[in-house]
């Protein structure tokens, strides 16, 4: 294209040039050529740079981002979910976010908001700043700090029952960890409190963990000296045996 361009443009020098000044065979006319083609080359260099340039700058907008969302999954309750009297990485939503990336679920994050010490109050009165995190799935374990209080039954489930339904509201899918209690209460209050979780999930059309527990309650050498909160062992078989088969169904479903 540049070779064109040069040959037309002398060309146009050359005949412009009249035969009357008998200059097209002298050496004026030789110096006039060169200078012609030293302008016009680097005129047309330019004009190509800039029309690569704009091209470029047409082209960019149209790049798309192609990085994948995270998905973030809530574990929302007391101590329980904390992880109190371990390291957080051995809690049990770190070892979920570790077992959700070996299942190849690498664009998926657990977040620990668990607080120790808190009862249903006290989660109803924070869920608005938790929901900041928009979370996919939350597994709901609250009401065992409840329990030991001996607060009314009553209370506990309507406290459980607005969590769950601020949270669906949000757009989260809810997965209820169900809880149970020692008998020193009485057995009316401790089947009492037990119900309150199947109740709920039946309510709120919510996966149950029928007990979160399950497996590790009772056992001395998967729980830490206070008999209550797990050891890190017992928090892996809790995230293996009780939480994964309740979420998994959820997961599927949303790679479908």
Same mark, same amino acid.
């Given at each position: ?29 030789? *110096?006039?050529?060169?200078?012609? %083609? ?6 047309? +260099?330019? @004009?190509? /740079?800039?029309? $690569?340039? #704009? ?30 009297? *371990?390291?957080?990485?051995?809690? %049990? ?6 077992? +959700?990336? @070996?299942? /190849?679920?690498? $664009?998926? #994050? ?44 009553? +209370? ?101």
């Amino acid at each position: 294209m540049f070779h064109r361009f040069h040959a037309v443009l002398m060309n146009q020098v050359y005949n412009s040039i009249p035969l009357a000044y008998g200059l097209r065979n002298s050496n004026t006319y030789i *110096v006039i050529m060169r200078l012609f %083609y030293i302008t016009a080359s680097l005129f047309f +260099l330019v @004009a190509c /740079g800039e029309s $690569n340039t #704009t091209t470029t700058s047409q082209k960019a907008p149209e790049k798309t981002n192609t990085s994948t969302e995270t998905t973030t999954i809530l574990a929302l309750g007391d101590s329980l979910t904390e992880g109190l009297g *371990v390291p957080k990485k051995q809690a %049990y939503p770190a070892l979920l976010e570790n077992k +959700l990336h @070996a299942m /190849g679920f690498d $664009n998926h #994050t657990v977040v620990n908001s668990g607080l120790s010490g808190e009862t249903s109050s006290g989660l109803k009165a924070r869920i608005d700043w938790v929901l900041q995190t928009q979370p996919s799935i939350t597994i709901l374990t609250i009401g065992a700090n409840d329990a030991m209080r001996g607060l009314p039954l009553d +209370l506990v489930e309507n406290n459980i029952s607005e969590v769950i339904v601020k949270l669906q509201n949000n757009g989260s899918q809810v997965v209820l960890g169900g809880m149970e209690i020692y008998n020193n209460l009485g057995q009316e209050y401790v089947q009492g409190f037990k119900s309150i979780y199947p109740k709920l999930a039946q309510k709120h059309q919510v996966p149950l963990i029928p007990f979160f527990l399950a497996g590790v309650a009772g056992d001395s050498t998967l729980n830490q000296t206070d008999g209550i909160h797990p050891t890190s062992a017992g928090y892996q078989i809790i995230v293996d045996q009780n939480i994964w088969p309740a979420i998994q169904p959820l997961l599927q479903k949303q790679e479908q």
